[in-house]
């Protein structure tokens, strides 16, 4: 049965759908495990440092992953915190993963920024901070690891407003840094949290003061901590703008929090201002039109696709953002691509490696979809219309190989693999033009090639060799015209590739032959992303 209106609204502002960005080793990862933990979703953070005596993050359940202490895909969770049902996407910080962090982007409403104060704003931020401000995603920012000394935070809000070019609004403050860290003031509330380090749970020392002058204030932190305190508040005061919520939803000014996630510091502050301003699901661009999550009618778009989450049972599981309407087990829904009904059956919510069967989902929800190979990246489901999203692009690779099969015996294992980590946007699988058995592996980074060789041992019992194939930077092709799109690549066919939606690709070996050829060729439209125009 379809959801009415009255109830469909009321879910819709229940849910907050999220992704944490950062630079690797920000803290994101820590961050993610203590939300989960104040929302009671887990009992025990886990420590997020690779070694063999260590607990894994609760968000990292591949193996290298656990093996190198990193983030490789996006990992989703879900729980319930303060009446809202949050759904929490932990992207990868590493930037070889960024396909995936920006395919994640598409999924979600708002993002929450991490920056280490001791590093300040570091190369992976900037791209994904651009990301949001190209799809104007509201951003929330917290500056980490303030127990350890690094900059001074009016440095580091300087430092972030020139190099991300975004607005700020600090909504805490801390009072002393690193071995001298005593707290953060909020702003807004004009409460003082006084930090312990250590502490697993929510601070329980906490004074409402009626401002800095409070008394109170002094014999918390000390005469010389309160005096500075009240300076900066002048300062900030005189020089940021007041926080406006409508602002920070247009995507125009990002609210900051300062806090130390490694010690449950300044997060609990932070998730009590998300459930507040960050927005419920919000309407989402289609080629055919604006489709708004309030509609009657259900549809949703596959953001993502994971083989072999759990490497006991050989499974595939596509990652659906659920865009408008209500989603409903068993149902038959329209595959837009495939042009065919599906049914949904055992769809599943997730908690990272755990995950449940649903009935029903709403606007804002990820779900799981068991994937027999149907699906690919970017697919649309619906019930009858159709709809193409947009925003869910790959990105032109950087480094290619050529990939050889490395045991002839497993030449079926070696194909399934290839084509389903393929699909999983694990890399980018090219064909030569008239040699479609030779296959190119495209990636944005070097450890995209090292996971995929280590997951098709580990997954499909193949193996593969690696050879070097003189390309270095590859753009989507397209023409008005197809008669001239076809004369351009039998043309130059030694470098025509196609991908596996059957677009062609101009590969060359330097940026300047590049231009070159771009400048020769007027009808041919070259493009950075698959997502092309016209």
């Known amino acids: 049965m379809e959801g009415n209106s009255y109830e469909i609204n009321s879910e819709i502002r229940r849910r907050l759908t999220f992704a944490i960005i ?34 894994a993050a609760v968000s990292d359940f591949m193996k290298m992953e656990q093996e190198r202490g990193i983030s490789i895909s996006t990992s989703v969770m879900g729980f319930e915190y303060k009446g809202r049902k949050i759904n929490l996407l932990d992207t990868p910080g590493h930037g070889d993963f960024s396909e995936d962090t920006y395919r994640g982007l598409s999924a979600v409403d708002s993002a929450l920024m991490v920056i280490d104060s001791v590093k300040g704003v570091e190369e992976r931020t900037k791209r994904l901070c651009a990301v949001c401000r190209m799809r104007n995603t509201p951003i929330m920012t917290f500056v980490n690891k303030f127990d350890r000394e690094g900059k001074e935070p009016l440095e580091l809000l300087d430092e972030i407003e020139k190099e991300l070019a975004v607005q700020l609004c600090p909504v805490t403050w801390p009072v002393g840094q690193g071995r001298a860290f005593k707290g953060v003031y909020n702003l807004l509330e004009k409460k003082l949290f006084l930090f312990k380090p250590g502490q697993n749970r929510l601070p329980d020392d906490i004074q ?31 020089v940021y703008p007041s926080f406006s919520k409508e602002d920070y939803l247009e995507g125009k000014v990002t609210p900051v929090f300062f806090g130390s996630a490694l010690n449950n510091f300044g997060v609990a502050e932070l998730l009590d201002e998300l459930v507040n301003f960050a927005p419920p699901p919000l309407p989402k661009e289609a080629d055919e039109r604006l489709v708004m999550p309030e509609e009657q009618k259900f549809s949703g778009f596959v953001f993502k696709i994971h083989a072999n989450m759990n490497p006991k049972h050989r499974d595939r599981i596509a990652f659906l953002r659920i865009v408008s309407g209500k989603f409903t087990r068993n149902k038959m829904y329209y595959h837009v691509r495939a042009d065919k009904a599906v049914r949904a059956a055992n769809p599943t919510a997730f908690m990272s490696q755990e995950r449940e069967i649903i009935d029903e989902a709403w606007p804002g929800d990820i779900i799981g979809l068991h994937d027999t190979g149907m699906f690919k ?77 280590s997951r098709l041992e580990n997954e ?32 130059n066919s030694r470098r025509i590739f196609v991908d596996v939606k059957g677009n062609y690709v101009f590969a060359s070996d330097s940026e300047w032959a590049m231009n070159r050829v771009k400048e020769k060729n007027p009808g041919i439209d070259f493009h950075e992303t698959s997502e092309m125009q016209g």
């Open 377 to 453: 990246i970017g697919d649309t489901l619906t019930e009858g219309e159709c709809i193409n999203f947009k925003g869910i692009p790959s990105f032109a690779p950087q480094i290619f190989r050529l990939v050889v099969n490395g045991d002839p015996l497993k030449e079926k294992q070696f194909h399934k693999g290839l084509s389903q980590l393929a699909e999983e946007g694990v890399v980018q699988v090219f064909s030569k033009l008239h040699q479609p058995n030779v296959r190119v592996l495209g990636v944005v980074g070097q450890l995209q090639l090292e996971v995929f060789q």
């Open 22 to 55: 950062s630079h690797p080793d920000a803290g994101k990862t820590t961050i993610t495990e203590k939300l989960l933990l104040f929302g009671g979703a887990i009992h025990i953070a886990g420590a997020v440092k690779s070694g063999k005596n260590s607990r």
């Open 460 to 491: 499909y019992g193949a193996s593969c060799k690696y050879e070097p194939v003189d390309l270095s930077v590859a753009h989507w092709i397209s023409s008005k015209n197809k008669e001239t799109l076809k004369a351009f690549a039998e043309a």
């Open 208 to 238: 409402v003061l009626s401002g800095v002058d409070d008394p109170k204030l002094a014999a918390a932190v000390g005469s010389s901590f309160a005096e500075k305190l009240k300076e900066d508040v002048e300062m900030i005061t005189a």
